[in-house]
């Protein structure tokens, strides 16, 4: 127990160094345990004990990750007013010695977005454990008597925490214990029979205090409180600074635009860039130049984006911006406007048309860039209204089966038109486009 003590106060002395932000602390807790065994037949301990304690020193590298030592102290005690009260009396201590690394939840996930007082920290790892018969055994001596066990131990919980001032927080603890290698049941009464693996458990609730030391004056602010190691500053001593820091730091280096030139519009020149209409290609959007549009071009293909029907993907001229499709595409495509075919009058697809369908699935599986819009058109001998749902149920179940081979919907738009946009003239059939 001393080597220990003296072991945590050499960490604190050797991780107290200049940093930006303080780094260290110092946590401490006590509350209750509960001993879930191995108890030996008719002995049982309180479901809730009193007399838990653990005192830990943390070391933040950065504001999401840490490393922990630290000492506990739990007292098992029989149940005392339960249905073993009446049997086998014993108490036993026990102390651990813990290495954890920490995980700040609560920077990891924001919560500062929830609120800037609140973290959580979870913590992992594993020690050295020794359980003592308080009546046959003392503290510091016979650490080889019958009513000694000394094993090794993993860990593992959470705390959530509330800033109380930039040196200290108030802090809750849930912690699992798992013990390995224990030769004796918790009472003392008998050998604990699973003692080759993980078998002695015990959980512990505690609330507590963390102590942030290191810097004075503006470095004062600990790393369990800092949002973004690279822009806050430590300065900052309200609930809220870092938060509107950061966001305005980001404000900061956005860029800034010119204001835009103000336009003389009138009559003969709407949108008041120069250019009379007459001669003004984009006459509604001011622009420069002879043809009065906009020469900005997003995607460096030389067609500005008022031209360009493919604003975001490089293409050509001839293809109005987008880029060239294939040739065994083109030819899917025009096979599949020629020969895709439904019953008279009806929405079923006629089944010799099914192959030509899949050879346009198949480009789309091989192209994910593209995307298809299907438009129906029919001249069916009945009135238009009855024209514009059967055209849209047959662009429907064209979706619908290219969707069933696995093309994703969002791909897909479907529309009919009847026969009031008779881009063929007065034949009826489907029309495919595709567009990225």
């Known amino acids: 127990m001393r080597h220990s003590l003296f072991l945590l106060a050499f960490l604190s002395a050797f991780l107290a160094t200049s940093q930006t932000y303080n780094s260290l602390s110092i946590?401490?807790?006590?509350?209750?345990?509960?001993?879930?065994?191995?108890?030996?037949?008719?002995?049982?301990?309180?479901?809730?004990?009193?007399y838990h304690l653990d005192v830990n020193c943390r070391y933040m590298l950065n504001n999401k990750f840490g490393v922990m030592g630290g000492v506990g102290f739990?007292?098992?005690?029989?149940?005392?007013?339960?249905?073993?009260?009446?049997?086998?009396?014993?108490?036993?201590?026990y102390f651990r010695l813990s290495f954890q690394a920490v995980f700040n939840v609560g920077r990891?996930?924001?919560?500062?977005?929830?609120?800037?007082?609140?973290g959580l920290l979870f913590h992992t790892g594993f020690g050295f454990s020794s359980l003592k018969d308080a009546h046959r055994s003392v503290w510091f001596k016979n650490f080889r008597t019958q009513g000694s066990d000394e094993m090794m131990h993993l860990i593992m919980g959470f705390t959530p925490q509330w800033r109380l001032t930039d040196y200290m927080a108030i802090h809750t603890d849930f912690t699992f214990v798992a013990n390995i290698w224990q030769t004796k049941t918790f009472d003392f009464t008998g050998p604990n029979e699973f003692h080759k693996g993980v078998?002695?458990?015990?959980?512990?609730?505690?609330?507590?205090?963390?102590?942030?030391?290191?810097?004075?004056?503006?470095?004062?602010?600990?790393k369990d409180w800092i949002w973004d190691m690279d822009i806050a500053k430590p300065s900052s001593s309200q609930p809220g600074d870092a938060i509107l820091e950061r966001n305005t730091v980001k404000v900061d280096t956005t860029e800034?635009?010119?204001?835009?030139?103000?336009?003389?519009?009138?009559?003969?020149?709407?949108?008041?860039?120069?250019?009379?209409?007459?001669?003004?290609?984009?006459?509604?959007?001011?622009?420069?130049?002879?043809?009065?549009?906009?020469?900005?071009?997003?995607?460096?293909?030389?067609?500005?984006?008022?031209?360009?029907?493919?604003?975001?993907?490089?293409?050509?001229?001839?293809?109005?911006?987008?880029?060239?499709?294939?040739?065994?595409?083109?030819?899917?495509?025009d096979e599949g406007m020629r020969e895709v075919h439904f019953e008279d009058g009806t929405d079923v697809i006629q089944i010799e048309s099914n192959g030509h369908l899949d050879k346009i699935v198949k480009i789309l599986i091989d192209h994910p860039e593209y995307n298809l819009d299907i438009d129906a058109h029919t001249n069916e001998e009945a009135a238009?209204?009855?024209?514009?749902?059967?055209?849209?149920?047959?662009?429907?179940?064209?979706?619908?089966?290219?969707?069933?081979?696995?093309?994703?919907?969002?791909?897909?738009?479907?529309?009919?038109?009847?026969?009031?946009?008779?881009?063929?003239?007065?034949?009826?059939?489907?029309?495919?486009?595709?567009?990225?």
Do not use: M, W
């Not at 946590?27 to 009193?50: K, M, R, T, W």
């Not at 835009?260 to 519009?265: I, S, T």
């Open 108 to 118: 990891i996930a924001e919560f500062e977005d929830i609120h800037p007082r609140f």
């Open 384 to 436: 238009e209204g009855s024209n514009l749902s059967l055209s849209r149920a047959r662009a429907k179940r064209i979706k619908d089966y290219l969707i069933s081979k696995g093309i994703e919907k969002e791909r897909l738009k479907a529309e009919g038109f009847g026969s009031i946009i008779p881009v063929y003239g007065n034949e009826t059939r489907i029309e495919f486009k595709i567009t990225f």
């Open 74 to 93: 739990d007292r098992i005690k029989n149940d005392e007013s339960g249905y073993y009260q009446d049997l086998n009396y014993f108490k036993t201590h």
């Open 199 to 222: 078998d002695g458990r015990i959980a512990t609730f505690s609330v507590g205090l963390s102590y942030y030391f290191g810097r004075e004056g503006q470095g004062r602010k600990h």
């Open 27 to 50: 946590d401490g807790n006590i509350g209750l345990n509960s001993a879930l065994g191995p108890f030996a037949e008719g002995c049982q301990s309180n479901y809730l004990g009193v």
């Open 256 to 333: 800034v635009k010119p204001p835009a030139p103000v336009n003389r519009v009138t009559p003969d020149d709407r949108d008041g860039d120069g250019v009379p209409n007459d001669i003004d290609v984009c006459p509604d959007t001011p622009g420069e130049g002879e043809t009065g549009c906009p020469n900005s071009d997003s995607d460096g293909d030389g067609i500005v984006n008022t031209l360009d029907d493919c604003p975001d993907v490089k293409g050509s001229l001839s293809s109005g911006g987008c880029p060239e499709i294939d040739g065994a595409s083109k030819n899917a495509i």
